[in-house]
């Protein structure tokens, strides 16, 4: 019995743990996201701002969000934005898509990219 709880223990704080880093990844994301992104992007769907609403961004064609005026460059890059698209982007938009209008010189912390992604595949439901 005793060993039977320790082990019942152990299993839940691994659990907790897991869980501690995949919301800390998230909510470090955000903050990102509201000091480097959030004057151009909006985190609510239909909402545009001077850059397209970045609700649901994750798992969508690049270039799709309607209301959003695109340069050319983004609409025809045919790219579906996803952990891997968005870190090359997000760490050099013009060197990614020749052409972008984002006037953003990207963000050089691998961690900040991967927990603003983290932020954005949460505010993309479907994904
Ligand atoms: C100064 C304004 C500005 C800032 C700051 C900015 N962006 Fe943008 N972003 C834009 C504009 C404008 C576009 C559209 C670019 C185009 O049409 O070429 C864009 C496009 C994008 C796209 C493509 C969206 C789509 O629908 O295809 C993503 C993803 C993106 N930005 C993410 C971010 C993230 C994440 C940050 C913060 C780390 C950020 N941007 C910071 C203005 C900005």
Redesign the pocket.
Known sequence: MRKFLFALLALGCVATQAHAAESANVAAGKL??LH??S???SNQPHMDR?????AG?YG??????PL????K???S?HIR?DANT?NG??KD?RAY?H??????RG?ESATARAD?IAY?QSISPKS
């Open positions: 990102v996201y480097q992104c004057d151009c992007h001077f850059g397209p609403t970045l961004v969508r064609m690049a270039g799709t969000a959003h005026r695109y340069s460059a983004m609409k890059a934005w968005l982007f997000l938009p898509i052409g972008t209008i984002m006037p953003y963000l603003v954005l």
